[in-house]
């Protein structure tokens, strides 16, 4: 009889399972030095997307995020777990931005001004490319009060449910659904030339997919 083998042979296993967002959380409470450069990595792309779409500005948007990833390293004790940790990151990089644009008192323009400034420039050329549909959007949006600007990065350009949007900026489903209908209210007459172009649905719904679901 053959002896025994001195270890037993390798028994294939699956791949272990990646560890969730709210496990490197309080592994990050619980002193790991790398749990939270793992949360940064995987949602960095999201929340720059966010705060580029809600600022307008790079330089803005690059340090509210780094104001927000400071701001979440420091107060990682207090996510609850009520929502999810993307929900949380989400409404910390909001309100950064929302920080910034109250610092600065950007003065959002009046309904009367932009159906004033809708009448009085020359019509504007058809333009190809989304990349100019997308500029020009996000030109209209710095026109909205901080509020309805936020609601309408969340819901028409990242493409959330009202009910997630809700979450991120902790408000009534309603109040998100006014502030759209308001924002959306707002830009109609400077938008008004991009109403029939496939170009607009693109960038604010495909775009917003992409950079939702990761």
């Not at 609601?151 to 997630?164: C, I, N, P, R």
Request: with cysteine; net charge neutral; charged share 30%.
């Amino acid at each position: 009889m053959n002896p025994p083998p001195d270890s037993p042979p390798a028994v294939p296993h699956a791949a272990r399972p990646a560890v969730s967002d709210a496990d490197l959380l309080t592994s990050h409470i619980g002193g790991d030095p790398h749990a939270f450069s793992e949360i940064v990595r995987r949602h960095r792309d999201r929340m720059w997307a966010v705060a580029l779409r809600t600022l307008g500005d790079p330089d803005e948007a690059a340090d509210a995020v780094q104001d927000a990833f400071v701001s979440a390293y420091r107060k990682a004790d207090s996510f609850r777990g009520e929502a999810a940790v993307t929900t949380w990151l989400h409404r910390i990089v909001v309100n950064a931005c929302l920080d910034r644009m109250r610092r600065k008192s950007i003065r959002p323009v009046a309904d009367d001004e932009l159906v004033e400034a809708a009448e009085r420039d020359t019509p504007i050329p058809d333009q190809t490319g989304e990349r100019d549909v997308s500029m020009e959007v996000s030109a209209a949006l710095k026109l909205l009060p901080a509020d309805q600007r936020a609601a309408l990065v969340l819901v028409d350009m990242m493409g959330y449910s009202v009910e997630d949007a809700a979450q991120v900026l902790n408000v009534p489903t309603g109040t998100v659904k006014s502030r759209c209908a308001r924002g959306r209210a707002k830009l109609a007459p400077i938008l008004s030339h991009l109403r029939n172009r496939s170009d607009l649905t693109r960038v604010s719904s495909a775009k917003g997919a992409e950079l939702r679901d990761g």
